[in-house]
């Protein structure tokens, strides 16, 4: 079923606010499937109790990311799936395009689809997103007032998005958020920098220690390879002194040498190359082998004659060697590769030297951000504290009119100057209420029941209505408790409001729904089966007459309810839809 409610003829502040204009539910507890077409303005919801108007309420509200749950589901049915269609202006659309999420066209679809065991997913403009992606962009096109305790007037930060709206805000804001990002920034700057909390001149004093002891090392990176050869042969002359004389008498034994040997070869092949020349080869090849046999013979006399054990010498290579190995464990390598430790060290030096300029000056900026930003943050508390108390008093005087005399409000804005800087400045906004003569303020939370906080979010949309926040404000229940005159004046707030915004009203007086500009009644209709639904139709003409005269009395509907119905209609709302009259829709 679609509804298409006429459009607000005088609804002309709507400009720069989102407004909802279809909203689609399927499959959601007693709803099995029903869309919704709204316009700007003032909708009433009614209907019995229990057939389902705060299910719609409870639609939209899974619509823009809050929490969803395989209760939801209706029984039988494989998931639920809620859609809502928004026209985004002002921070929605703003928020759309820095998430990359506007498809340029004048809608938004936002599409939460609920598994029966409970799972969800979401999807702006046909992409998938996290909840929290829909949920942020919920806070700026929905704004739910009734009887839950995740209302967003409850939230310290939604108190002070309301009190800056109220007191225009924009300018001082940008400038306190432009100066807390500078400060980020001069922070990473400085953490790159190196250890914010450290003494770098400590750290040079210490590189400087490190390099010294490393330049005085004995021994050149190039000197080492020779010295571990001079302290292995000095270790070992005794062996190899051993091994040149072995050498010495394998060659020159008299009976067994290598060079007996030869020799007595060469004298056999001498002989015989008379008898073939063709043994001259070989016997060449022996003739060099004596020749360089003889020349080993000499190397090896003259290593002997040379090679001595040198104690002394020997001692001061292994002092050298342990100085060098004490080193190298020190800086954690190998001694080869000290010279290296010594360039890393001396390049960490050369940085930290420079950094350590930079560093301060760095530091300086940021001394000077903070002072600029501790300035700008202390002007922007004084103009919350200054239109705190004129919020106060709008809304208090707005409160006396909503059958809640004797009631009050109190926004407290607390200064911190030594607070962590942040992007919306140091100060704590509280709103609190006494909702009887000579009651203490308590946060709204543990002092208003539904009904009490619905009417308060009234009065403060009333008194403090900007295009900052969400366009589409919905009341749950908002006249609870109310009545006659009362129930008359709330109503005619909330169309009041309804001019500036899109206002949806789940009501049960007729008083509030015939000041209406558009008016949707929901019921529940038994299956046969034994299950019920939910169904809604939009009113107009003698259907609307009807049902504010059974809100009047009850199922008794006499001419005289129905005149009563007819008069209060003409009386509350002159341009919504005559009798027989087909939707009004805006003007061009």
Known sequence: MTISPCCARNCTGHGGCSVLVHLGVRDLAIVDNLELDLRAGMTALTGETGAGKSLIVDALELAVGERASAELVRPGAAGAEVSAVFEPRGPALAWLREQ???????????????????RSRAFINGRPVAVAQLRALGEQLVDVHGQHAHQALLKSHAQREVLDAFADNEDALARVAA????????????????????????????????????????????????????????????????????????IDDEDTGAATAIASALRVLERALRLDPALAAPRDLLAHTATLLGEATTELRRYAEHMHGDQARLDELERVLAALQDLARKHRCAPGALHERLDTLTRERERLAGSAGR???????????????????????????????????????????????????????????????????????????????????????????????????????????????????????????????????????????????????????????????????????QLPAGDSRSEACALHGAAREQEIARMLGGLNITAKTLAHAREMLRAGAPDAPRQGGGPRRPAA
């Open 100 to 118: 990359a999420l506007d498809d340029g066209e004048r809608s938004c679809v936002l599409r939460r689809l609920v598994s029966a065991d409970g």
């Open 179 to 250: 100066l807390h990002a500078s400060l980020r920034g001069l922070d990473e700057e400085i953490a790159q920098l190196g250890d914010a909390g450290a003494d770098p001149a400590a750290r040079l004093d210490y590189l400087d220690f490190q390099i010294g002891e490393l330049r005085a090392q004995p021994v050149a990176p190039a000197q080492l390879d020779a010295i571990n050869a001079e302290h292995s042969r000095l270790a070992h002359a005794a062996e190899l002194l051993e091994a040149v004389a072995a050498a010495s008498g394998i």
């Open 359 to 525: 560093m301060e000056a760095a530091r300086a900026r940021r001394e000077r951000a903070l002072s600029e930003y501790r300035a700008a943050a202390l002007e922007l508390h004084r103009r919350r504290t200054e239109a705190a108390t004129r919020l106060e008093q709008g809304v208090n005087g707005v409160l006396q009119t909503l059958g809640m005399r004797g009631a009050s409000v109190s926004m407290a804005v607390e200064h911190d100057p030594v607070a962590p800087p942040a992007g919306a400045g140091t100060d704590a906004v509280s709103l609190q209420a006494s909702t009887n003569p000579g009651q203490l303020f308590l946060p709204l939370a543990r002092v208003a029941s539904g009904g009490e906080l619905s009417r308060i979010a009234l009065a403060i949309h009333a008194t403090a209505t900007s295009e900052r926040g969400a366009g589409t404000v919905v009341f749950d229940e908002v006249d609870a408790g109310v009545g006659g005159a009362v129930a008359e004046i709330v109503g005619r707030r909330m169309r009041a409001l309804g001019e500036l915004r899109q206002v949806l009203t789940v009501t049960h007086l007729p008083q509030v729904a015939a000041l209406a500009h558009h008016h949707v009644l929901v019921h529940k209709q």
